[in-house]
């Protein structure tokens, strides 16, 4: 049964950094692209950044570019979302999902059908 675990979440302050992980287990790891989502409380869930098998990366427009960066080390199962000079805006549950197929370099990844497992989420509050 595949999973998927976030972790790293937390409480910080405005201006700092978080790295979260996420893992996943019982797939080819190195095949699939992950994503990463957020849904702050009383918004839907929104794209943040994905990354392909191949290390080329998506990332959502203006809000996160230049803060955010997504990398992944297949060895360990494992995709991080480095999260820098965050902001009271940034606070939501971040969601780590995992897509079977590849689209090529495409913007469909910014949409939630294209992946096929999910984890629980890890909260994430930015105090101003």
């Known amino acids: 049964q595949v999973r998927v675990v976030e972790s790293g979440g937390g409480l910080v302050q405005a201006g700092d950094s978080l790295r979260l992980s996420c893992t996943a287990s019982?797939?080819?790891?190195?095949?699939?692209?992950l994503g990463w989502f957020r849904q702050a409380q009383g918004k839907e869930r929104d794209f943040v950044a994905h990354?392909?098998?191949?290390?080329?990366?998506?990332y959502k427009a203006d809000s996160v570019k230049g803060r955010f960066t997504i990398s992944r080390d297949n060895a360990r199962n494992t995709v991080y979302l480095q999260m820098n000079s965050l902001q009271p805006e940034d606070t939501a549950v971040y969601y780590c999902?995992?897509?079977?197929?590849?689209?090529?370099?495409?913007?469909?990844?910014?949409?939630?059908?294209?992946?096929?497992?999910w984890g629980q989420g890890t909260q994430v509050t930015v105090s101003s």
């Open positions: 990354i392909r098998w191949n290390g080329a990366t998506t």
């Open positions: 999902a995992a897509a079977r197929n590849d689209y090529g370099s495409s913007d469909v990844y910014t949409t939630q059908t294209v992946y096929d497992y």
């Open positions: 019982e797939l080819v790891f190195d095949t699939y692209g």
